[in-house]
T-cell receptor
Framework: NAGVMQNPRHLVRRRGQEARLRCSPM?????VYWYRQLPEEGLKFMVY????????ESGMPKERFSAEFPKEGPSILRIQQVVRGDSAAYFC?????????????FGPGTRLTVL | KQEVTQIPAALSVPEGENLVLNCSFT??????LQWFRQDPGKGLTSLLL?????REQTSGRLNASLDKSSGRSTLYIAASQPGDSATYLC??????????FGKGTTLSVSS
């Protein structure tokens, strides 16, 4: 049973380019969360999705960032016109979404470097 | 607004010592609390999850306790080993929201 998969593991972009980060949840999981870890800071929630629905995007910047979790295929976190401040590790987690348990399992992360 | 604090921020111990990592949270209305381990440049590994109705969970040399009323959790590591060196993260979950993390305790165990 494969765990949460993320790709690419490392991504380098120049300022102004687009970054696309992919996350495939664990088998049987329909809930996906994206978190960002900036250097020297803790993990911060960005967005929570179920299949074809954004449930909570309160942690995501209003501009340049978007996320989707289509009926088929992985969840995508998209960052348009990247800036140096977007350099961070982006982690995806998945869960079964059971209300009182909701144990989340994390992927290895995508480390984005903006030059 | 829920805030999670972990003390100490860093800890260095010799191999074989028993140690305690602390986590406190401001809003006691949580569903569960999870402890994670993160190795440098790596992802997060879930160590223990304590549901709100439970007071502790154990896995091998690890024991985590939860006191909702005081807003505290501790992670006890017995007979520490150099392989335990990592950053330990505490996170709380409240229904309808994602995990809220502390900044972690970075543990170094010397041989």
């Amino acid at each position: 049973n494969a765990g949460v998969m993320q790709n690419p593991r490392h991504l380098v972009r120049r300022r102004g380019q687009e970054a696309r980060l992919r996350c495939s949840p664990m088998k049987g999981h329909s809930h996906v969360y994206w978190y960002r870890q900036l250097p020297e800071e803790g993990l911060k929630f960005m967005v929570y999705l179920q299949k074809e629905n954004i449930i909570d995007e309160s942690g995501m910047p209003k501009e340049r960032f978007s996320a989707e979790f289509p009926k088929e295929g992985p969840s995508i976190l998209r960052i348009q016109q990247v800036v140096r401040g977007d350099s961070a590790a982006y982690f995806c987690a998945s869960s079964q979404g059971l209300a009182e348990i909701n144990e989340q399992f994390f992927g290895p992360g995508t480390r984005l470097t903006v030059l | 607004k829920q805030e999670v604090t972990q003390i100490p921020a860093a800890l260095s111990v010799p191999e074989g010592e028993n140690l305690v990592l602390n986590c406190s949270f401001t809003d006691s209305a949580i569903y569960n609390l999870q402890w994670f381990r993160q190795d440098p440049g790596k992802g997060l590994t879930s160590l223990l999850l304590i549901q709100s109705s439970q007071r502790e969970q154990t896995s091998g040399r690890l024991n985590a306790s939860l006191d909702k009323s005081s807003g505290r959790s501790t992670l006890y590591i017995a007979a520490s080993q150099p392989g335990d060196s990592a950053t330990y993260l505490c996170a709380v979950y409240k229904a309808g929201t994602a995990l809220i993390f502390g900044k972690g305790t970075t543990l170094s165990v010397s041989s």
